[in-house]
């Protein structure tokens, strides 16, 4: 089990990159949340199978389709046992 929390900078927010994300994640099984940030990034906290996480982090770097990821910053994070994947609000 790999948990990673995750900031995604660029035009993230207004192009449905929260609701595509928590689509991605609960197809594959991973748990945590996303949520927009008040300087205009996204920041998701995720945890899952190691083989899983390196998919999901791959989608984050490019989001859905109106999205553009210019940066993602990644950190390896205690695992924290979520028991699914939410949208949260600020």
């Not at 449905?16 to 994300?21: K, N």
């Amino acid at each position: 089990m790999k948990a990673l929390k995750i900031q995604v900078f660029g035009r993230v927010q207004g192009v449905f990159y929260r609701a595509s994300t928590k689509a991605v994640a609960d197809q594959i099984g991973i748990k945590g949340f996303v949520k927009n940030l008040k300087d205009g990034s996204v920041l998701i906290e995720a945890e899952g199978e190691d083989f899983f996480m390196n998919d999901f982090l791959d989608w984050c770097k490019y989001g859905p389709d109106d999205a553009k990821v210019d940066q993602t910053i990644v950190e390896e994070i205690e695992v924290k046992n979520h028991q699914n994947f939410n949208i949260l609000k600020k």
